[in-house]
């Protein structure tokens, strides 16, 4: 990469940026036993005031700064290894991310890099000797005159009782490889690693033996859909490109042959998934179909172990691992030579990271293949309206695959009026009969159906009938959830968790009970109204258990389950063939939410959940439960009015000028104490407004609709700008002149999603 000079000429400087060094990068020498050996991104040891400091090689200097004389630099002490920890690019976009993001430098690099690799975690497989046969007196003194090291090593393990290391034993005797590796060839003695990690290529998330690992062969969308970005890729300059195409029309096939054609031609390239528990089938068709190149597919996940995080960061730098799968961190790969980056589901909000640095994965993709002249390939069912604003503009190329494989039929969106239902329900308010008939349907047939309700627990929260007491967090302004099983409520903002009480803590009412349903509830109901149905529930609550989770997956797709129940969790990737009827339990509820993407993130999830059925030779039928059937979402959803929708709610936006008209920055303040919290965000608007009038557009500061969460109060600020760097920039240097009390913790969200 000729961007960065990467060898440096004898007497060179080095930049470094020592960890937990205060975010500052300090001028090293280089001395002369590491001449032309330091390299930006490598892993060094280097002298910090009275101690020393791991870090980072940023970058090479040729002189001095001008205010150092050189001769009185210090020298870095070690070079940890001659792999760089980070690709060449690594550090500057670091550097960007900490100035996009108003971040401090060691948290991005802190969140870039893994703990295991920044501690130079290194696990080594130890292997250990052991004595396995006796050799009787002839064959040892044949031994003895034909190989006399092999008899001595026999000579000192015949003596030990246990099995002993390897290398210091062959160390100490001044014994050779090959001779040890003669007597075990001859069954004399055996060799034993002590397995420290496992192989973090393997898991099990493939659920090979689903895989077909037949390429088809593209229909003519997926072929125009390919060709586009293979001939952005033969541009060697950067190239964002939108891939939008509806549930089941292929468009992983398009990301594996966009990815073949990097790896054939020595490349690397990152697959970016919202999580990576829920892709299990696209991990293990990229494996299969992509066995044959001869790379090896490195699944990076929260479950690694530090070992297996580092053996695998470094089989990336060293190149050995040239594609890598994983959620919105996988961004970070140290992959030199990264040609592609694909970011699968890029609508999805968690793709948006939610401690600082407060990065989007998808945007960050973007910059990064722009520095490496490489393509980001971005695709969904429901893109974004910020990357659809982007096709508009002509930023990005747009490919859009309209129908299912084979011409499959788009499922029939049924929509529900529940204020209608609601006059026929008998004993319960929480299924329709239209919904009910269809999953008795669907069980007479032997198909499967699954079932979605955003909201976990068995009630949404306990009240009293008497006096109105409702269970509320004591650290947070929302109630209380209740769930059955274990007869708790909990905080689903926090992590606070207390049992249920049995009668009103106010007014000792025995009647208090819950309202409201959640998927515990639902469970109930459906068992009570379905008896001989096979079903589960799968939500963040059964998720926490990772293999439970695999479990009911693994057993739904073997027909072993007719019912799956879930939240929305369960709207992401899946595919499963023999579903044809999914059912919304409650549209509402993602339809008024305070936050103005309320619309958009509703049309997604009808989207994405419809797109669950009929994905195998039979129709889905999609039943939609709704008490305002009339809304725009919920309309064009049904009539899958992609584009209705879009400019609808372009125009929306554009009215009221939020994303992705202009750039949106949410600034947050919270404290313990509410009259400080509102005392010094007043104070910031005003001083903000009086020293750089116009910078932004100001709206607040007010209450967050989440008003208080762990016991600190919460108020924020939104900015809007047309110009977000030059912005955020000239807003933290005043950020910096501005003196907030020690019990005001201020945070800048650049691009927020969050809006609670
Ligand atoms: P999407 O990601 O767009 O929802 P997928 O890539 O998962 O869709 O494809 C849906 C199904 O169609 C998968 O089972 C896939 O193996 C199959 N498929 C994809 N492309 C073709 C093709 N050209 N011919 C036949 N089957 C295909
Ligand atoms: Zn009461
Ligand atoms: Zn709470």
């Known amino acids: 990469?000729?961007?960065?000079?990467?060898?440096?000429?004898?007497?060179?400087?080095?930049?470094?940026?020592?960890?937990?060094?205060?975010?500052?990068?300090?001028?090293?020498?280089?001395?002369?036993?590491?001449?032309?050996?330091?390299?930006?991104?490598?892993?060094?040891?280097?002298?910090?005031?009275?101690?020393?400091?791991?870090?980072?090689?940023?970058?090479?200097?040729?002189?001095?700064?001008?205010?150092?004389?050189?001769?009185?630099?210090?020298?870095?002490?070690?070079?940890?290894?001659?792999t760089p920890v980070l690709s060449p690019d690594l550090p500057e976009l670091i550097s960007w991310m900490a100035g996009y993001y108003a971040a401090p430098l060691n948290a991005v690099l802190e969140a870039v890099l893994p703990g295991a690799v920044r501690q130079g975690v290194r696990l080594v497989v130890r292997k250990k000797l052991l004595l396995t046969r006796k050799l009787d007196e002839a064959d040892l003194r044949k031994l003895r005159r034909r190989a006399p090291k092999q008899a001595a090593l026999y000579d000192f393990l015949a003596i030990q009782m246990t099995a002993v290391d390897r290398a210091a034993t062959l160390k100490g005797l001044s014994v050779g490889a090959t001779a040890c590796d003669a007597l075990i060839a001859a069954g004399i003695v055996a060799e034993e690693s002590e397995q420290v990690s496992r192989d973090a290529y393997e898991d099990d998330l493939g659920e090979s033996e689903f895989v077909a690992a037949e390429a088809p062969v593209l229909n003519p969308g997926q072929q125009t859909a390919l060709d586009a970005v293979l001939a952005d890729l033969a541009t060697g300059k950067f190239r964002a490109h939108l891939l939008h195409g509806v549930t089941g029309s292929g468009k992983t096939e398009v990301y594996i042959g966009a990815i073949r054609s990097v790896l054939e031609?020595?490349?690397?390239?990152?697959?970016?998934?919202?999580?990576?528990?829920l892709t299990p089938q696209t991990v293990g068709r990229l494996r299969a179909r992509l066995a044959d190149t001869g790379t090896r597919v490195v699944v990076w996940h929260s479950h690694l172990s530090a070992g297996e995080r580092f053996d695998a960061w470094m089989a990336m730098a060293r190149k050995e691992a040239r594609l890598v799968v994983g959620a919105r961190s996988a961004v970070f790969a140290p992959l030199p030579d990264l040609r592609l980056i694909v970011v699968d589901e890029e609508h999805e909000p968690s793709y948006k990271q939610s401690e600082t640095p407060l990065y989007h994965g998808r945007d960050v993709a973007v910059y990064r293949t722009r520095l490496n002249n490489a393509v980001a390939l971005l695709g969904s069912a429901t893109p974004s309206l910020e990357s659809l604003a982007n096709t508009r503009s002509g930023k990005y190329g747009l490919s859009r695959l309209l129908t299912r494989i084979d011409d499959r039929a788009m499922p029939a969106l049924r929509i529900v009026d529940m204020r209608r239902e609601l006059l026929h329900m008998r004993g319960q308010t929480v299924l329709s009969r239209p919904l009910v008939d269809g999953l008795r349907v669907r069980l007479e047939r032997g198909e499967q159906s699954i079932l979605f309700l955003n909201r976990r627990g068995f009630s949404r929260m306990m009240i009293c009938p008497d006096c109105g007491f409702v269970a509320g967090c004591p650290h947070c302004s929302i109630a209380l959830t209740y769930h059955r099983t274990d007869q708790t409520l909990r905080c689903h903002a926090c992590a606070h968790v207390e049992a249920a009480p049995a009668s009103c803590p106010q007014c000792h009412s025995p009647k208090i009970r819950g309202r409201g349903t959640g998927t515990q509830k639902l469970e109930d109901v459906l068992r009570e109204l379905l008896p001989d149905a096979r079903m589960m529930r799968l939500d963040a609550d059964t998720m926490g258990r990772k293999n439970l989770f695999r479990q009911v997956l693994a057993d739904f797709r073997r027909g072993k389950l007719d019912i799956l129940l879930g939240t929305q969790m369960l709207a992401k990737g899946l595919d499963f063939p023999n579903v044809t009827l999914v059912g919304i339990v409650d549209a509402d509820l993602s339809l008024h939410i305070p936050d103005f993407r309320a619309a958009e993130r509703t049309f997604q999830l009808l989207v994405q959940v419809a797109g669950r059925a009929g994905r195998g030779d039979r129709a889905g039928e999609v039943f939609v439960q709704t008490f305002t059937p009339e809304a725009t979402p919920i309309q064009c959803a049904r009539r899958s009015d992609f584009d209705g929708f879009l400019q609808d709610e372009l125009e929306q936006r554009q009215t009221h000028?939020?994303?992705?008209?202009?750039?949106?920055?949410?600034?947050?303040?919270?404290?313990?104490?509410?009259?400080?919290?509102?005392?010094?965000?007043?104070?910031?608007?005003?001083?903000?407004?009086?020293?750089?009038?116009?910078?932004?557009?100001?709206?607040?500061?007010?209450?967050?609709?989440?008003?208080?969460?762990q016991d600190n109060y919460r108020w924020n600020a939104w900015y809007f700008t047309d110009r977000v760097t030059s912005a955020v920039a000239r807003i933290q240097e005043l950020r910096a002149g501005f003196v907030f009390d020690p019990g005001v913790v201020d945070t800048l969200d650049v691009d927020a999603v969050e809006v609670g």
């Open 265 to 277: 031609h020595g490349g690397s390239a990152i697959f970016l998934v919202p999580e990576v528990a």
């Open 657 to 709: 000028g939020y994303p992705p008209a202009r750039h949106l920055i949410r600034h947050l303040f919270r404290g313990r104490n509410e009259d400080k919290v509102r005392f010094f965000a007043e104070g910031w608007v005003r001083f903000l407004e009086e020293h750089a009038p116009g910078l932004v557009e100001v709206r607040g500061p007010a209450k967050c609709p989440l008003e208080r969460l």
């Open 1 to 82: 990469m000729s961007l960065f000079p990467d060898i440096v000429a004898p007497q060179a400087i080095a930049a470094v940026l020592p960890f937990d060094g205060g975010g500052h990068v300090y001028s090293y020498l280089v001395p002369p036993t590491l001449t032309g050996k330091i390299q930006r991104g490598q892993l060094v040891r280097v002298p910090l005031g009275n101690s020393t400091r791991l870090g980072i090689v940023w970058g090479m200097a040729t002189q001095a700064p001008a205010e150092i004389s050189p001769h009185k630099l210090k020298a870095i002490l070690q070079l940890c290894q001659e």
